[in-house]
């Protein structure tokens, strides 16, 4: 058969390129992200839509972040989007201190991850449902804290614009600029996933999976349970405060509401159905849970975003636990399969000239 | 012959029953010595006790690897530091992991990156990495999997498990190896290849095996010295054909003949 044989030549060598240069696949996928932009600059894209994106690029790293927490360490939070409130706002409070915008980053994530590094130590005293419920409670006192305590303001936190490097300033108000702004958060992203790629492909990768597939073994190997539950903890705080922050750039005004049990179960959902362990994956998850009612449905049903991933997540759950990251590995199995009969099927008979 | 282990006056208890009483016996460097005993003899919870999965226990463990250590003092994940690594009776790998993947998870204790250098892959870790999966590849070729080495765990024969179970061990150059049932489960063709593979490991990798195992003709096969225990009580350590000749053992597993 001719197709196969061409179309086997043609995966055979896009995966020997991807394999030989690992970091193709990511500098692809951020160029397609900076397509968007550019979509925007000539009206394809409106600019409520360059919005979402932003948004889909903002919260796939929180959910990145949870991913390396329910994905690979086998554990639960409920409190994410209290750390994303943390770092959104966090900066915002230490810019009004009179920081620039990077030294107000860096301070923001290491009072987070301390914060985060210290909910960890939940986790060696309780799991599962437990953990469930005590991160639950850290998320919603994170968020009565932003809304109550002076020092985060009312309704809002104004940033304005900001200043990178201590030359480049960039407002969201102009138009161009709010492109470079999603050209730098896209960026962003990207690194954060070349992080993980990094992190869970390594010794911690290793060992937060020996920890929650088989404890025994982990210990007998040297794993500290103690020290690799901290970690987890950490790096899901240190990933949900960076998105906060990346939020706090291109927004320039970060709400102190909206940071509640709802986004946390948001970002659960954009995992499970995105695909546990997978990082384009978790893209994906985010663009369906967040993308799709937003971008398409909202239009024809009104808000129907609750409703849409709820029944996504149960979909998921029952028939396709391992999430739609997956879904690239079946086609492939059926492709083998399908090309195994065709083959098989003209065996023994005449060949067709 | 030069002391490698020496288990002294070990007591464990549960609740009101003694699952170990008393038991004494030393392991010398580079033998292999099989533990034996019917079913809840208190084989595993020996084990358990050794690798300091349990705490409670009365006696103590010396490891003489290079200074002796009292391994009581150790915690459960130091235990490996200082050479002693192990197998379970129920498989504990890692599914979703590829078998060499699996093998770097027993390297851990011995990988000296730090967890900057690996979130940048700065030189050290690459070169750690690319050490340890030669290694890896090595202990691979050793057991006879290097075809496998790409494949998930998950969905792979019982046989091939308890191997990559054991090559995981010698991931983390250990002086003694405490094996969990290697054989159970395995069909007669698997535990002969088994027991080569034991041979080749002990050999190659100068390492001192002890081993729990139900399969009469596996141990007497590749086992140096034979200890038999009872209801928690030690009843002897001897070689396979004089374990098997003993009265003692034999009454512990066959139950005494009152008419005799």
């Known amino acids: ?353 | 012959m030069e002391k490698l282990l020496s288990i002294d006056h070990v007591s464990m208890t549960f609740g009101g029953l003694k699952a170990l009483d008393d038991i004494s016996f030393d392991i010398h460097r580079g033998e292999i010595v099989g533990l034996i005993g019917p079913n809840g003899a208190g084989k595993t919870t020996l084990f358990n006790c050794l690798t300091q999965f349990y705490k409670e226990y009365e006696g103590t463990f010396t490891l003489y690897s290079d200074a002796p250590v009292d391994l009581g003092t150790l915690k459960v994940t130091d235990v490996i530091d200082h050479g002693l690594a192990r197998t379970f009776q129920n498989i504990e790998l890692i599914p979703d992991l590829s078998i060499i993947d699996n093998l770097l998870i027993g390297a851990h204790a011995s990988t000296k990156d730090t967890f900057i250098e690996e979130v940048f892959k700065m030189k050290r870790a690459t070169s750690e990495e690319a050490r340890l999966r030669k290694k890896a590849e090595d202990v691979l070729a050793i057991i006879g999997l290097t075809a496998m080495k790409d494949f998930y765990v998950k969905g792979q024969p019982y046989g091939i498990l308890k191997r990559v179970e054991i090559a995981r061990t010698l991931m983390s150059d250990p002086t003694l190896i405490v094996l969990d049932e290697p054989a159970a489960g395995l069909n007669d063709q698997e535990t002969d290849d088994l027991e080569e593979i034991i041979k080749i490991i002990q050999k190659e990798f100068n390492v001192t095996l002890l081993i729990i195992e139900h399969d009469m003709g596996f141990v007497m096969n590749v086992c140096d010295r034979v200890c038999a225990i009872n209801f928690g009580k030690f009843i002897a350590i001897d070689t396979p054909a004089k374990i098997q000749a003993n009265p003692a053992v034999q009454e512990a597993y066959l139950g005494r003949d009152d008419d005799a």
């Open chain 1, 1 to 353: 058969m001719k197709v196969f044989n061409t179309l086997d030549t043609v995966f055979n060598a896009l995966g020997r390129f991807f394999k030989n240069v690992p970091y193709a696949g990511y500098g692809l996928f951020l160029l397609l992200l900076w397509l968007i932009p550019l979509f925007h600059s000539v009206d394809v894209i409106s600019s409520g839509q360059l919005g979402i994106f932003a948004y889909i690029v903002v919260i796939t790293v929180a959910a990145l972040g949870l991913n390396i927490l329910l994905g690979f360490s086998g554990l639960i939070s409920l409190g994410t989007a209290g750390f994303v409130g943390a770092g959104a706002l966090g900066v915002g409070v230490f810019l009004d201190l009179g920081l620039p915008f990077e030294l107000a980053a860096i301070a923001t994530l290491i009072v987070s991850t301390a914060l985060g590094a210290l909910i960890g130590l939940f986790s060696l005293k309780v799991e599962g449902i437990y953990l469930a419920i005590a991160t639950l409670f850290v998320g919603e006192i994170l968020r009565q804290i932003f809304t109550t305590v002076p020092i985060f303001g009312g309704q809002s936190i104004m940033i304005g614009s900001v200043t990178l490097f201590g030359f480049i300033e960039l407002s969201t108000f102009s138009q161009s600029e709010r492109r470079v702004l999603f050209a730098i958060i896209a960026a962003l992203l990207v690194g954060m996933m070349i992080l993980m790629q990094h992190i869970v492909k390594s010794k911690t990768g290793r060992a937060l999976l020996a920890m929650s597939r088989s404890s025994s073994a982990a210990q007998a190997m040297g794993v500290s349970l103690l020290k690799y539950r901290l970690m987890a903890f950490s790096l899901a705080t240190f990933f949900a405060t960076f998105s906060g922050i990346m939020y706090a750039l291109y927004n320039q005004s970060v709400p102190t509401t909206q940071w509640t049990l709802d986004l946390s179960l948001f970002v659960i959902a954009m995992v499970v159905v995105g695909g546990y362990k997978s990082i384009y994956g978790t893209f994906i998850g985010a663009f369906i849970i967040y993308g799709i009612p937003n971008l398409y449905l909202k239009d024809l049903f009104g808000d129907v975003s609750y409703i849409f991933s709820g029944l996504l997540i149960i979909l998921v759950i029952l028939f396709y636990q391992n999430g739609v990251a997956y879904l690239a590995v079946d086609i492939r199995l059926l492709y083998a399969k399908l090309k195994r009969r065709i083959h098989g099927g003209s065996h023994g008979k005449a060949p067709l000239d």
